[in-house]
Nanobody, 123 residues
Framework: VQLVESGGGKAQDGDSLRLTCATS????????IAWFRQAPGKEREFVAT????????YYADSVKGRFTISRDKDKDTVSLQLNSLKPEDTAVYYC?????????????????WGQGTQVTVSS
């Protein structure tokens, strides 16, 4: 499956952005989807995940209460709403898919990855 992220850009401290993960095959509903991010000079880190049905979601402690992951069943997309952005949220954000439909924070359990979208937050 080919994943495509959109919605990144530049924001100010405290602003909001919405990232979207989609695929041209219209089968995203079969996969567990996660967002990871990688800041310059840092390791890739888990951000949030949702299982195939949308019933299970998990978040990294650093974004809990600020970011929300959700599925749009009509559009067959997964979005990540980023609220109360901080400069430390600056990173390339990647969408990833688990072909077994699971929600997991482990990058090694994701089989497909998008190219990433840049989010830059300035103070």
């Amino acid at each position: 499956v080919q994943l495509v992220e959109s919605g990144g850009g530049k924001a100010q401290d405290g602003d909001s952005l919405r990232l979207t993960c989609a695929t041209s095959q219209y089968n995203l509903h079969m996969y567990g989807i996660a967002w990871f991010r990688q800041a310059p000079g840092k390791e890739r880190e888990f951000v949030a995940t949702v299982n195939y049905s949308g019933a299970q979601t998990y978040y990294a402690d650093s974004v809990k209460g600020r970011f929300t992951i959700s599925r749009d069943k009509d559009k067959d997309t997964v979005s990540l709403q980023l609220n109360s952005l901080k400069p430390e949220d600056t990173a390339v954000y990647y969408c990833a898919a688990n072909r077994f439909g699971r929600a997991t924070s482990l990058a090694s359990e994701y089989h497909y990855w998008g190219q990433g979208t840049q989010v830059t937050v300035s103070s």
